[in-house]
């Protein structure tokens, strides 16, 4: 059997045991979404959402990208926030990094000829890096330095996410999201928290969003 043959009967298994346990499931699912979160985590194969904080469908709205990134000019992340905190009205975002993380790793060394386009977007990697060169050159051992930096572009990115008028504008309506930054370890499968900013948080004035 061919490896993609395999998920599909696995699917035909997982969707005939939640059947079997619930007999409307899907109907129930098939209704409707009302996510109580979003997840931006890394496109890592190793830090799948869902799978490491035992949620169910229909409690994670998730978007995931390369270095788990919110870039100003991202149309798709932003596209995903904006659907998940106006239409949806999440109670929370969490920005979830992980240690270990390639593309923070890469981005901490020369561009790669043969990925120019992530070297684009690791660019904001290295921005991050740049805005906290004195911290992480004081840290020898590379894996560390990379460790460091994971935290340092998940804080980088909680703010991305302040910084913007749909969230600004839910917490001045709302008093919603509240924003969380996480990092995940890979070799204890346990997540810890970094940082969370909400409706009483100050923003640089510099981003902040008049009406
Ligand atoms: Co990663």
Same mark, same amino acid.
């Given at each position: 059997?061919?490896?993609?043959?395999?998920l599909l009967?696995?699917?035909?298994?997982?969707?005939?045991?939640?059947?079997?346990?619930?007999?409307?499931?899907?109907?129930?699912?098939?209704? #409707?979404?009302?996510?109580?979160?979003?997840?931006? #985590?890394?496109?890592?194969?190793?830090?799948?959402?869902?799978?490491?904080?035992?949620?169910?469908?229909?409690?994670?709205?998730?978007?995931?990208?390369?270095?788990?990134?919110?870039?100003?000019?991202?149309?798709?992340?932003?596209?995903?926030?904006?659907?998940?905190?106006?239409?949806?009205?999440?109670?929370?975002?969490?920005?979830?990094?992980?240690?270990?993380? #390639? #593309?923070?790793?890469?981005?901490?060394?020369?561009?790669?000829?043969?990925?120019?386009?992530?070297?684009?977007?690791?660019?904001?990697?290295?921005?991050?890096?740049?805005?906290?060169?004195?911290?992480?050159?004081?840290?020898?051992?590379?894996?560390?330095?990379?460790?460091?930096?994971?935290?340092?572009?998940?804080?980088?990115?909680v703010n991305?996410?302040?910084?913007?008028?749909?969230?600004?504008?839910?917490?001045?309506?709302?008093?919603?999201?509240?924003?969380?930054?996480?990092?995940?370890?890979?070799?204890?499968?346990?997540?810890?928290?970094?940082?969370?900013?909400?409706?009483?948080?100050?923003?640089?004035?510099?981003?902040?969003?008049?009406?």
């Amino acid at each position: 059997m061919r490896s993609h043959e395999k998920l599909l009967l696995e699917n035909k298994a997982w969707a005939e045991e939640k059947k079997q346990r619930e007999p409307d499931y899907f109907e129930r699912l098939a209704h #409707g979404q009302q996510p109580e979160f979003l997840w931006i #985590g890394c496109a890592d194969s190793r830090v799948p959402a869902d799978v490491i904080v035992n949620a169910e469908p229909g409690l994670i709205f998730a978007h995931r990208n390369i270095a788990n990134q919110v870039i100003a000019t991202d149309f798709n992340c932003l596209s995903v926030v904006q659907y998940a905190v106006e239409v949806l009205k999440v109670r929370h975002i969490i920005v979830c990094g992980h240690y270990s993380c #390639g #593309g923070v790793r890469a981005a901490l060394s020369h561009q790669q000829s043969d990925v120019t386009l992530v070297n684009k977007w690791l660019t904001h990697v290295k921005d991050v890096y740049r805005l906290h060169r004195e911290e992480l050159d004081a840290i020898n051992d590379i894996d560390d330095k990379a460790n460091r930096l994971v935290e340092l572009n998940v804080i980088e990115q909680v703010n991305n996410l302040a910084y913007t008028s749909m969230v600004q504008s839910a917490w001045r309506e709302e008093q919603r999201p509240l924003v969380h930054g996480w990092v995940y370890a890979l070799d204890d499968g346990l997540l810890k928290q970094l940082i969370t900013l909400g409706p009483e948080s100050k923003i640089d004035p510099i981003y902040r969003w008049d009406v």
